[in-house]
């Protein structure tokens, strides 16, 4: 669904990304991992076209995406959810909401916001309240909910679970697992294994920008050095 091949990506002369090269198949959970600037966020926004790779492919649905303007990428169903919570903190929940709305494509879902509050039960209790009283885990939520109402038919999640309250990872873990049973697929970053082995089939591991490892989440477990050598714990 989702293909990246030999992607190199630049900020001015540095060269954050080599030749990096996975695929994520329709419905499955992929973990990108990595350490503190091993390039997640750089490869998440290089998918995105918010960094254009310098050389290399981005293919989503067989369609070559490469240089394409990042609205016509969100358009082709590629949601972002950057690391960043961006929210509008004057609107409500609700309103929040409303403005992710987008038309539902063929053959994805069509999110209403009455299915969100079903998924994200602490929005739906404070759906009339400004995003400025949430706490840092529901401003989360909300992030990930408006990008929903655009209907993704893939979600690019940037470190879903980085400082937030236990309770919510936990349930960040079953929004995750209801999605996939939903037919969604995502693209996850994550510092956290714990969290990524209970959401995700495959695993990317990357360090200086560059491949380190490939394939699934058992295959990552019978190889603690990989784990030790290229993850913090
Ligand atoms: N706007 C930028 N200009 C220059 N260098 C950047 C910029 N953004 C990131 N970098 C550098 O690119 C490398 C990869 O950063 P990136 O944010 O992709 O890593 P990451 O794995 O997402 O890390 P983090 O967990 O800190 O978000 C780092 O060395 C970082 O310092």
Redesign the pocket.
């Given at each position: 669904m989702l293909e990246l091949s030999a992607v190199n990506s630049f900020?001015?002369k540095?060269h954050?990304l080599n030749d990096l090269s996975f695929t994520v198949a329709r419905g499955q959970v992929v973990a990108l991992l990595?350490?503190?600037?091993?390039?997640?966020?750089?490869?998440m926004?290089s998918i995105m076209q918010l960094v254009q790779p310098r050389s290399g492919k981005v293919t989503f649905q067989g369609q070559d995406i490469t240089g394409m303007p990042t609205h016509k990428v969100a358009k082709l169903g590629l949601g972002y959810v950057p690391?960043e919570r961006r929210i509008f903190t004057d609107l409500t929940v609700a309103e929040n909401l409303e403005v992710g709305r987008q038309p539902p494509r063929d053959g994805t879902y069509a999110w209403t916001t009455d299915m969100l509050f079903d998924l994200f039960p602490n929005l739906a209790e404070r759906r009339g309240n400004r995003g400025k009283a949430l706490s840092g885990g529901e401003q989360q939520m909300l992030t990930i909910a408006r990008t929903l109402m655009g209907n993704p038919s893939l979600v690019l999640l940037?470190?879903p679970s980085e400082g937030i309250a236990p309770v919510i990872v936990e349930q960040m873990v079953n929004v995750i697992k209801t999605l996939k049973a939903d037919g969604l697929t995502v693209l996850l970053?994550e510092?956290n294994l714990h969290f990524a082995r209970a959401v995700a089939d495959m695993a990317v591991i990357?360090e200086g920008?560059t491949q380190k490892f490939n394939g699934t989440l058992e295959e990552l477990n019978a190889h603690p050095e990989i784990r030790d050598a290229y993850l913090s714990i």
């Open positions: 900020y001015g540095a954050v990595g350490r503190n600037g091993a390039g997640k966020t750089t490869t926004k690391e940037d470190e970053s510092q990357i920008g």
